[in-house]
Structure formats: C-alpha cells, structure tokens
C-alpha cells in the first residue's frame, strides 16, 4: 500500500521554472543526478569508518548508467548510503527547504537558472526537465527495509515498501518522447566526460550486449599535479563541487609542505550565493583525509569572512576517524587554516593589482570579507589593505587605504572617514564641508560592517582612524568672514538647548561647517546616528541611544540674523519657528525622521512663499 503526498506549496512554480528555463541546457540532470550519487557514495565511505561491515556489505562503490532505448527509460544508479522513508520525505517531498522562494526569486531576477540550480539544492528536479515520471528504489546502509518513491512532478508523489537487495538507490527516469537522445549511449559517454570526469568513483556506462564500460577517469583531481589539469577539468571539479554553474573567479590549487602536509583546491566564485548573510550559513569547504572524505561541515577550516570560499582540503596527517570534538580542538586543522588563509590573502593581493578584475571580487564578497577586520586579529592589517572604499575623492571608483594615504595632506596623520547608507547621500552631508575647504580626503563608508571593524581598527600604518565628527579633530580652517557675537550666541544656543531638551542633548556652535547653519551628530564615544538606526531597525536598540548635538554654523548669515533677532522679543516666536526648521533640516540630513513632518512642510511652504 502506498502513501500519496503533496509536495510543499512552491514547488509547481519551481518545478515549472526549472524543467522550462533549462531546455536548452537539459543536459545537465545527468550531472547533477551523477553528483548526488557521488555524494552518497562519500557519506557511506565516511561511516564504514565507524561500521566496516557497511562498506563489505555494498561491495565497491560505483555509478552505473543504464540506458533502455526500447523501454524509452535512464536509469542512475549507486551503492551509496541510501534512503529511508524519512529522508525520501524530507529530501525529496520539500524542495530546497528555506532556499525554495529564493531560488524562485534569484530566477526571476537573474533571468537564468543554470547557474542556480545546483546552489539552491533543486538538482535531483533537472530530472524532471527530460522525465515524464521518475521512479527511485532506495535502501538505507544498516537497514532491512526498501522503498520506492514515484512522482510525475506535477502535484505530488507516493512512496511504498520496495524490494532492494543491498543499500545504494535506484533512480529511473521514463524520458519523454523528445528525450530520446539520453538512451544514445555515445551522446552518454560523451555527457559524463565533459560534466563528470573528475567524479572520484566508476561511472559504468551499460551498453547492454557488449558488456559495460567505466567512463570517467576517476581520480581525485586535488591529488594530481598542476601541469596535468587542464583548465576545463578545473571548472567542471569547481561547477561539482560548489552546485554553481557560474565560473570561478579564483582557483588556487597549491600543496603545503613542512611539520604538517596537505593540498587545498580552492575557488572564489564570481557570483555571492543567495544565503551569503544568512545566520546558519557554513564554510564551504570539504575536509578529506588521503582522499577518504570527513566532513563538509567543518567550520574550523575557514573563518567566517571567506565563507564564500569552495573547495576541498586533504591531508594525510590527520586520524581517519578523527571526531567532530577532535577536529574543533585539533592543532592541526588550526594550522592548515592560518596556511590556507595567508595562500588565500597572497592570492587576493596579487589579482588586487588589477582594478576592474578585483572590483568583481569587491562587489560580490566585499561586504562579508570585511567581517574580517575586526573578527581576525592576527590577519587584520593585511585584511585592512585588501579592502577597497569609496570616498570624496571619487564617489564612483573604489580606493583602498594605501592608495587614500599616498593622498593625504602634508600634517595630516589620520584617515578619516564617515558612515550612512548609500554614497550618494553621504557624500552631500553637511559634516563633510570644512574637509573638502581643506582638500581632506574622507572615506564614504556605507556597510553595516563598517560601524563595527572601525571601532577595533584605530590605526591602520602609523595613521589614526577616525570618524570625522570627533571633537578632537582641529583642521586648521582660517575663517575671514563676519562671525555672529559671541553673548547673542550664546543666547541663541541656550533657547534651542530648552527648546529641543527632549530631541538633543545640547546645542554648540561648530567651525567645520562652511555651507550649513546646523548639523547633527553626536557627542564623542558615543555610537554613531548611523549604527544606532541599524540597530533600531533590527530591533536591537532601546535602551543606549545616543545623545544628540546640534551644530551652528556661528558664520552662517541665518544663525547670525537668528541670534541678532534674540535681542528684539516680539521677534522670539519667528526665531523659534525657524529653529524648529533648523533642527529638522539637520535631522533630515542625517537620514533622521523629523517629529513633525506636517509643521514642517507648512512652515516651509510658507516660507518659500515669502521668498517669491
């Protein structure tokens, strides 16, 4: 007796975009398919380390393809580690899990879905691009119990009791009419060597009365020399291992010698995945140990800023059954990721050299790798020079430290920069003027990130790192025009100070304003106006809120009219309804909600009028 089950509630839209927007390239669901079953065929080597009766049990691992061209089907076949009932259900009755609306709407954005397919987890679903119907019998290593589970990938599937001899699972494809070319076997050869090659075990084509024939070469190709890889065989290794069909941006295949020896076959991808920022998001490194694969979820083999990186370690150094506590703790894999990290920062300098190549990388990854600023101190300097910013001095092309260091004016010993959400509005900000009077460069800082590694690195080659708001900075600027008196003022500052007691913490007049008559910012060691809305829309900011500072310009005509009409009383309330302008104007600038947007837009309405 079956059980028939629905598939969850995306996946007619995500079957249709797949089976549809790669008709072109449907060739593909046979690497994808061959994949899967090098991964079972990995799972089950890594757990006959613990029980070895499994591995006797499947016999030597291997792929088959058996092609029926009478019965118009495909067959993939493996004696990996197999399924049970729940996993038929969690593996294959729900597409991609949290990943399914963001393939959906990665598709739609991107226009193309063979470069998404493998990353988004969709892969076993190619099938369904040249299968009416697909049939898997499945057996889970260590259990007795077969099952068989059924879908024509429309609305549902059914899964029973099947009949198995040894583990392993059984994928056969009823191809439709215009799929016919996957039972050629020379058009099958010739698939398995341009996706699949590299696959680490036999993959045995069936040619039905003259025998079977293994396709692939079959070795790791991490193992062999440089000189005998080709750069095809590379990318095809990159597109199987990172389920990405984008071309990899970096590839670094090196082999460490010395106390500890292992190779790394690493890649940079030239597309972020979708879930780059996402909290649960792992390495993206496989861990093997004389080519007998450990873990893909060894997180102590790469920090958190090079998530994004893809490839495989392996060392002949470590225990084959080395256990997930020993690895955490293990001195050795603490070596070969400061190895790996240092191949990997030598590399990024040396492509770094070239602007447009290296902006690829920076708009891609930029974000995540400058988590490492603050997050890895022994890397932090060179981490901090492979960096790149936007600033004053061009608001459209990225610099780095160096380059904004060879720039500075003579006496200045600091980089400055200032943060907010986009270039475009920073690069207008009122703080801004007294530099450019000066012909001070100032970095433009627009990452969420950016708040946080600023605030660890305070020196970066014998120059200070500060954020131009700072009391302590005195640029030097000589000013010539009238500047208001110094008692009316006074009083100026001291009637907005009661005024806005419930908006600012104080009001002080400022000269590193030249256009403005008034900025907001806030008081020294305070976190920024910036951080502290990041915080609030994340819903981490309560109860630390910073204390606000108006600033006037004492130079600015209105502030000086403003505090000369102070000395006429009937002129008070006009005096205070531009004030009240002023400080919106400053919150507005700031990227600030103003408390009330109506007085606003009527008081300057009315004064517009006026001005006619």
Not at 202 to 212: F, M, N, R, S
Not at 257 to 263: F, P, S, W
Request: aromatic residues 10%.
């Amino acid at each position: 007796m079956s059980d028939k089950m629905n598939f969850q509630a995306e996946v007619g839209k995500l079957l249709d975009i797949v089976v549809n927007s790669l008709y072109s390239e449907r060739q593909i669901f046979l690497r994808e398919l061959i994949s899967n079953a090098s991964d079972a065929l990995d799972k089950l080597k890594y757990m006959a380390l613990t029980h070895p009766e499994m591995s006797k049990e499947a016999g030597e691992p291997k792929i088959k393809i058996i092609p029926d061209a009478d019965k118009r089907t495909l067959t993939i076949e493996d004696n990996g580690i197999g399924m049970n009932r729940d996993d038929l259900i969690n593996h294959l009755g729900t597409i991609a899990k949290s990943g399914t609306a963001e393939f959906v709407k990665n598709v739609k954005d991107n226009g193309s879905a063979v470069d998404l397919i493998g990353q988004f987890g969709v892969g076993f679903y190619s099938a369904f691009m040249v299968a009416d119907k697909v049939e898997i019998t499945t057996r889970r290593a260590g259990e007795d119990k077969a099952w068989v589970w059924i879908s024509d990938g429309v609305g549902g599937f059914e899964i029973s009791e099947g009949k198995r001899d040894r583990n392993g699972t059984s994928i056969k494809l009823f191809l439709k009419e215009d799929a016919k070319e996957f039972t050629d076997t020379i058009y099958l050869r010739q698939i398995i060597r341009t996706y699949s090659d590299h696959i680490d075990y036999p993959i045995v084509l069936d040619l039905g009365k003259a025998g079977e024939e293994t396709v692939n070469t079959g070795s790791a190709l991490w193992a062999k020399h440089k000189s005998e890889i080709t750069q095809e065989q590379y990318k095809e290794f990159y597109h199987h291992i990172s389920k990405n069909f984008d071309e990899p941006w970096l590839t670094l295949h090196f082999k460490a010698e010395g106390n500890i020896e292992y190779t790394g076959l690493l890649y940079v991808p030239s597309t972020a995945p979708y879930d780059l920022f996402q909290p649960d998001r792992k390495t993206g490194l496989k861990l093997y140990v004389n080519k007998v694969f450990i873990s893909d979820k060894v997180e102590e083999l790469m920090p958190s800023y090079l998530r994004f990186v893809r490839g495989v370690i392996d060392s002949a150094d470590l225990p084959l059954n080395i256990s997930r506590e020993m690895l955490q703790q293990s001195p050795l894999i603490a070596k070969i990721r400061s190895g790996t990290v240092n191949r990997l920062l030598k590399e990024l300098k040396n492509r770094s050299k070239d602007y447009d190549d290296y902006k690829k990388f920076w708009d891609a990854f930029g974000i995540a790798f400058k988590e490492g600023i603050y997050e890895d101190f022994a890397n932090r300097t060179e981490i901090a020079e492979l960096s790149r910013f936007y600033s004053t001095k061009d608001p459209e092309r990225l610099t780095s430290l160096d380059e904004y260091i060879s720039r500075v004016q003579p006496e200045q010993k600091a980089i400055y920069y200032i943060t907010g959400d986009d270039v475009k509005t920073l690069v207008n900000n009122p703080q801004l003027e007294a530099f450019k009077a000066k012909g001070i460069e100032v970095l433009l800082l627009v990452d969420p990130i950016d708040e946080f590694w600023t605030q660890t690195l305070l020196n970066y080659k014998d120059f200070a790192i500060k954020h131009i708001s700072q009391a302590d900075i005195d640029l030097g600027l000589k000013r010539e025009e009238p500047k208001a008196e110094e008692g009316a003022l006074k009083k100026l500052t001291d009637l907005m100070s009661e005024m806005f007691k419930d908006e600012v913490g104080k009001v002080t007049t400022t000269d590193k304003l030249t256009k403005s008559p008034a900025s907001l910012t806030v008081e020294d060691g305070q976190m920024s106006i910036h951080l502290e809305r990041l915080m609030r829309n994340h819903q981490q900011q309560t109860a630390f809120a910073s204390s606000r500072v108006l600033q006037l310009n004492p130079y600015h005509p209105l502030i000086i009219k403003l505090s000369e009409a102070l000395g006429d009383e009937a002129l008070r309330p006009k005096v205070e309804e531009i004030s009240r302008i002023l400080l919106d104007q400053a919150k507005i600038a700031e990227g600030e909600a103003i408390t009330d947007p109506s007085y606003f837009s009527e008081k300057l309405s009315e004064y517009i009028l006026k001005a006619i």
